[in-house]
């Protein structure tokens, strides 16, 4: 995991979702998706991505090997970006499960790379709380920006998440 | 997106680029003509646009090297140019009277990008 030096244990984990460039874009993509809900349907959004991640920590946990979670990652910010771009809000019975399906995503792409099982397991802790916080914190910002230069900017915060996202799949697929 | 691979699009630094080129420079001259391009032929332009710079460049990318930060990089570095081009718009309106050359400004520099494309 490590991917700032120095942090490891709790804080390691706490940093990771904000330090992997793939999962900070899928997760503001999925802010800017909660954000154009009321807060009732947020919470939820942020619960049914709390659930996912609990699960896909547990399978790291439990010993999983490799998925294509990190694909599933891009693809939900392809997905949610481009929803943000065209100012689409989604159904919270939709945004729901692709938050739970984020989650589990997320989880199952941040396997800790220490050796120590206490380090290990503090580190996915703290992977845990800091994608919660994450999205919790950008999803309440995105809510707050009501004004209408605001709403353009998210929009275009979206497309740059989808393009990103995007490229680098094509990448992967392609070579 | 290998340029050994077979090419889902034609590559426009080849020779090909054409096809990226026209929708742009027509909206250009209808920019440099004075007359506002339609939303739908701008919205054309800038989407054929996208596709072909996000596949120029997308091609740039060394074996090996980070795939996303590249592409932060190159995404973000293309909407600061955007920025910049829709001040420079917004400053051919001269919206404060501060500026009477600007739309003929503007107007120029969309004739020279137009036929420099």
Request: hydrophobic share 60%; proline share 7%.
């Amino acid at each position: 995991m490590g991917p700032f030096a120095g942090a490891t244990g709790f804080a390691g984990g706490l940093l990771h979702p904000l330090l992997m460039p793939a999962h900070l874009i899928a997760l503001i993509g999925l802010a800017l998706v909660a954000g154009r809900h009321p807060s009732w349907a947020r919470a939820a959004i942020v619960a049914a991505f709390a659930l996912g991640l609990a699960g896909g920590l547990g399978g790291i946990a439990w010993g999983l090997g490799e998925t294509p979670a990190g694909d599933v990652l891009l693809v939900a910010a392809v997905a949610c970006g481009a929803l943000a771009a065209a100012g689409t809000m989604v159904s919270a019975w939709l945004a729901a499960p692709a938050a739970l399906v984020c989650g589990a995503a997320l989880g199952l792409d941040s396997p800790p790379e220490s050796i120590s099982l206490r380090e290990a397991a503090l580190m996915l802790v703290g992977t845990g709380c800091g994608g919660i916080a994450a999205l919790a914190a950008f999803a309440m910002a995105a809510g707050a920006l009501a004004r209408l230069w605001q709403g353009v900017a998210l929009r275009v915060a979206g497309s740059w998440i989808a393009a990103i996202a995007i490229l680098v799949l094509a990448r992967r697929w392609v070579s | 997106l290998s340029r050994h691979a077979p090419h889902p699009v034609p590559d426009c630094r080849d020779g090909d680029g054409i096809v990226p080129a026209i929708p742009t420079a027509l909206v250009l001259l209808l920019l440099g003509g004075g007359v506002p391009a339609p939303v739908v032929l701008a919205i054309v332009a800038v989407s054929n646009f996208a596709v072909f710079h996000g596949y120029a460049h997308g091609t740039e990318l060394p074996p090996g090297s980070d795939a996303i930060a590249f592409s932060a990089g190159f995404v973000v570095a293309t909407g600061l140019l955007h920025l910049y081009g829709i001040g420079l718009g917004y400053a051919g309106m001269d919206l404060a009277g501060r500026w009477p050359e600007g739309p003929a400004a503007v107007r120029l520099i969309g004739v020279a990008i137009a036929i420099a494309d």
